[in-house]
């Protein structure tokens, strides 16, 4: 629910582990061996991980917790 509306439950996400993650980007990012899906923000020692819906709270991670972060590059919505 924190990426609502724009990925709901049962949608199909489609990530790309060779494109460079910038700040602005939704990703999928595994801290401390769990997955979130989440825009980033990049800075030297830090990403911020910032959900879409306004009911969640933004995280703040250090980077060497961070296994990594894949760019989403297509939502495929659930019928």
Known sequence: N???????DGDIIVV???LEART?????VRVNEE??????KIEDLYLHLVPLNPEY?????RKKDVTFV???VKVIKSV
Request: aromatic share 4%; net charge positive; charged share 30%.
């Open 2 to 8: 924190s990426m609502a509306p724009r990925i709901e």
């Open 16 to 18: 790309s582990p060779k």
């Open 24 to 28: 602005g980007d939704i990703c999928v």
């Open 35 to 40: 997955d979130t899906v989440k825009r980033v």
């Open 57 to 61: 709270e933004p995280m703040v991670v």
């Open 70 to 72: 894949w760019r989403v």
